[in-house]
């Protein structure tokens, strides 16, 4: 067992109101899964990834990783954790925009203190890893979508983690630049064997998972598919406003 | 990658990070400039005051005559009988400075035992008025009469006499002479002294009759070095000619204190005191103590003195300490708050970039280093453009502010007898403002931009790095 979520919750305070964003959430994740995340818009979707990524505390409950409660550590252990085991692909990708798209992979190295010939090297062959090898020395803006988040890939794969989470990584990408990564991630998800949690309003992106959950205002839910049937898959994944709308 | 990552962002936001540098530079050219003028106007003070009274000397200690002393000299232009008219005449009379009344040379050596005096000499002042003409020739009396008393300045310093159609004309010259002690001159009247030709007196010259001659006296009565020039029908012999600062209230010959006190008839004896103390901390103390050994007498200090100077310089003083001073340290204040400001908002906006870097794993003090040095960066440029800025403002000082005059009540030395100088006369001193930009000015300047810098950047550093990774994302751009 890699993950286990034991009634967590996270409430933000917003505007003097209270809002629950998980709400006593258990889940167990095994190493290697493909998991996707699905749920409607302010369903909690990205703050169980953040979760699982270290990068926020929950308000309630337990989140252990590999056995350790990561509610319990401390922010300099929480970065130690991020920078070893985890790798992260945004719907913005996130790249830093002076920076080029070699440097860009290299700043994942940074906190490993590693040469800089080493450094270089590594992101080379990253970069190569997701077909940007002629790329390197560009900047984001004079990339494409696709290869912004191609780059983005490479970041988060260059250190080699244990889990490789992506929030929305395809929500800013045309339909066939969406097919590239998601075939991507799907490829390198099978060859390395790391474990895979994407949060996707995509049906057909979840559909390539190898679990699916379904999140409804901070709790895990059945998926609305089977309660609307004649629905193709995609629609499924689709905000409930936007499903009744069509309909 | 530290270092591409700090120029490749400034880059980016190069307007805003030139902003922050001209704010810091701008802070930072104030406190060169002011300081520089700060320091001009010092050096001014001090070159009025070293005039006035001598490098290195904490106090001067005279002491005034008084009233029924001295009195008018005569220097016997009546023949003594009828056979001596139209006779040619010669007449010379040394006296010590009138005001000033001589002082033992004992009171050196107690004023030397006290306690936090560093040095002490003794200098005797005097003048010697030379009179020489022809006895007048006197009709139908035996009283004779009496030389014109207007005189009329000439070219060289003397003074001629016209009488009336009958009489025929008499020279009157006067010249200043200062005894000093050979052995103490870095103390002392000589102590700004600055030999120009020749050589200074030195502790060997102590008897001999040997004398320095100030510059504008040679010049103006063509002397030079190895000439022979006589005081009272003693002949010395020019060694050195020297140059004193400009408003120096100097005399127009030095000569070995043991001859002025014999021409002058005043064995062992001295009328100014020159005292160095120990340290700047001691001078009250020392002045406090002499005014007690010696109750009568006038103990001056250059503090004394500096307040005593009034005029333009005086207020140029007062600007620079009062005015130039806050001046400097509120632009300084504001360049700090703007460019911590500047810095601030320049890490507001890059929230979701630093926040991806902490999510990769960047440690908040990695991310309050990357701000810091974007803002040392700054700190640096604003440094480099604000000495510039700096020491332009302080040439331009320096080239278009007009001289400064210095008016001070003299309490030191006095001029030839009939001499406006008297012992409490005002005088005035016009000395040209520098604004002098040191090394250690730069360096503090440089040092005051990286602080700046540092403030700033820590600022910034500081609000980025308590940002968590997922508040930070929530962000929107």
Same mark, same amino acid.
């Given at each position: ?208 998972? /190898? ?37 | ?18 902003? @922050? ?120 009396? /035996? ?56 050589? /200074? ?83 009250? @103390? ?14 001056? @200090? ?37 460019? /911590? ?137």
């Amino acid at each position: 067992m890699l993950y286990r979520l034991t009634e967590v919750t996270k409430r933000y305070t917003q505007r003097r109101k209270q809002i629950d964003a998980l709400d006593g959430v258990d889940l167990a994740i095994d190493e290697g899964e493909f998991l996707a995340i699905q749920g409607s818009t302010g369903s909690g979707k990205t703050t169980l990834l953040q979760m699982l990524g270290a990068m926020d505390r929950p308000s309630g409950g337990k989140l252990e990783f590999e056995g350790h409660d990561l509610v319990k550590m401390g922010e300099g252990d929480l970065s130690e954790l991020r920078s070893h085991s985890f790798g992260f692909i945004f719907q913005g990708f996130n790249l830093i925009p002076t920076l080029t798209a070699q440097e860009n992979v290299e700043t994942a190295l940074v906190p490993w203190h590693v040469h800089a010939d080493e450094r270089r090297r590594r992101a080379e062959e990253a970069l190569a890893g997701v077909g940007l090898a002629d790329r390197a020395r560009h900047i984001p803006s004079e990339l494409s979508g696709g290869e912004q988040q191609r780059v983005a890939i490479a970041r988060a794969l260059v250190r080699a983690p244990r889990v490789i989470l992506a929030d929305e990584p395809t929500g800013n990408l045309d339909e066939r630049t969406r097919d590239d990564i998601i075939g991507l991630l799907e490829q390198l998800w099978r060859e390395r064997g790391q474990t895979l949690i994407v949060v996707t309003h995509d049906t057909w992106v979840a559909s390539r998972a /190898s679990r699916r959950i379904w999140l409804d205002r901070g709790r895990l839910g059945e998926e609305p598919a089977a309660a609307v049937p004649g629905l193709d898959a995609r629609v499924v994944a689709e905000p409930a406003l936007a499903v009744a709308g069509r309909l | 990658m530290f270092f591409t990552y700090v120029f490749r962002e400034l880059r980016r936001r190069h307007r805003q990070a030139l902003l @922050t540098a001209m704010g810091l530079a701008v802070g930072v050219a104030l406190v060169v400039a002011v300081t520089a003028y700060a320091a001009g106007v010092g050096k001014a003070q001090d070159q009025v005051l070293q005039s006035l009274y001598g490098v290195g000397t904490d106090i001067t200690v005279s002491q005034q005559q008084k009233m029924e002393q001295g009195g008018a000299q005569r220097f016997g232009m009546q023949p003594p009988d009828e056979s001596k008219q139209g006779e040619k005449f010669s007449r010379s009379r040394v006296m010590t400075s009138p005001g000033q009344q001589s002082i033992s040379s004992k009171r050196l050596t107690q004023i030397a035992s006290l306690d936090g005096v560093s040095a002490v000499t003794g200098s005797l002042s005097m003048s010697v008025m030379s009179v020489q003409g022809e006895f007048a020739q006197v009709q139908g009396g /035996s009283s004779g009469a009496q030389p014109s008393a207007s005189a009329q300045q000439s070219g060289d310093g003397s003074s001629s006499q016209q009488g009336q159609a009958q009489m025929a004309p008499i020279d009157v010259s006067s010249l200043s002479v200062s005894g000093v002690d050979t052995t103490e001159l870095a103390l002392g009247p000589l102590s700004a002294a600055q030999v120009s030709s020749g050589r /200074s007196l030195t502790s060997a010259d102590a008897k001999s009759k040997v004398m320095l001659v100030t510059k504008a006296y040679a010049k103006q009565n063509s002397l030079s070095v190895g000439d022979v020039k006589k005081i009272d029908g003693k002949k010395f012999t020019i060694v050195g000619i020297v140059a004193l600062p400009a408003g120096s209230t100097s005399s127009d010959v030095y000569i070995p204190l043991s001859w002025a006190q014999k021409l002058s008839d005043n064995a062992n004896k001295v009328n100014q005191i020159y005292v160095k103390a120990d340290s700047a901390d001691d001078i009250a @103390t020392v002045q406090a103590e002499i005014e007690k050994v010696m109750p009568k007498a006038t103990v001056t @200090t250059s503090s004394d003195l500096a307040g005593q100077v009034s005029g333009s310089l005086s207020s140029a003083s007062t600007l620079a300490d009062r005015l130039g001073k806050w001046l400097a340290i509120a632009a300084l204040i504001a360049s700090f708050a703007v460019a /911590s400001l500047l810095t601030v908002s320049a890490v507001s906006r890059r929230v979701r970039e630093f926040g991806t870097l902490k999510a990769l794993g960047w440690k908040g003090r990695r991310v309050v280093g990357q701000v810091l040095g974007e803002s040392m960066v700054q700190g640096i440029i604003g440094a480099v453009i604000g000495v510039g800025l700096g020491i332009l403002g302080a040439k331009l000082i320096a080239a278009f502010s007009p001289a400064l005059e210095a008016t001070v009540a003299s309490a030191v030395q006095s001029g030839p007898p009939g001499m406006p100088q008297a012992a409490d006369a005002a005088q005035a001193v016009t000395v040209n403002l520098t604004a002098p930009v040191s090394l250690q000015l730069i360096g503090v300047a440089v040092g005051l931009a990286l602080a700046g810098a540092l403030i700033a950047g820590a600022f910034g550093g500081w609000r980025a790095s308590r940002l968590r990774p997922a508040d930070a994302l929530r962000r929107v751009d």
